[in-house]
Nanobody, 128 residues
Framework: QVQLVESGGGMVQAGGSLRLSCAAS????????MAWFRQAPGKEREFVAG????????NYRDSVKGRFTSSRDNSKNTVYLQMSSLQPEDTGVYHC?????????????????????WGQGTQVTVSS
């Protein structure tokens, strides 16, 4: 069992930056593949970025490539999402998620059904 708590959301203007953090409880954080998902009002939840158990592999949805960077610090039980050049379409509630199904340390899963634990989310609002 792991509990996830996100922080760092807020309101920014287009072109701005935010850094999200997700702190995990427990002593086995390095066993979990981690990802960020977001959900905008009236839309389905979508994969944003993921980082492998080892931290050495990342994956991003096409619309955020080159603007977002996901990383993790296993010594701090924390995963990060650095977001730059934010656009109004990035607005939504951002959730971090942990997966027990990343059987290979370099594997990044991008389907929400592969994730077992979810945080409550943090709101990101980007104004034009």
């Amino acid at each position: 069992q792991v509990q996830l708590v996100e922080s760092g959301g807020g309101m920014v203007q287009a072109g701005g930056s935010l850094r999200l953090s997700c702190a995990a409880s427990g002593r086995t954080f390095s066993r979990y593949g981690m990802a960020w998902f977001r959900q905008a009002p009236g839309k389905e939840r979508e994969f944003v970025a993921g980082v492998s158990r080892s931290g050495g592999t990342t994956n991003y949805r096409d619309s955020v490539k080159g603007r977002f960077t996901s990383s993790r610090d296993n010594s701090k039980n924390t995963v990060y999402l650095q977001m730059s050049s934010l656009q109004p379409e990035d607005t939504g509630v951002y959730h971090c998620a942990a997966s027990t199904r990343a059987w290979e340390p370099r594997l990044v899963l991008s389907t929400d059904g592969d994730y077992d634990y979810w945080g409550q989310g943090t709101q990101v609002t980007v104004s034009s």
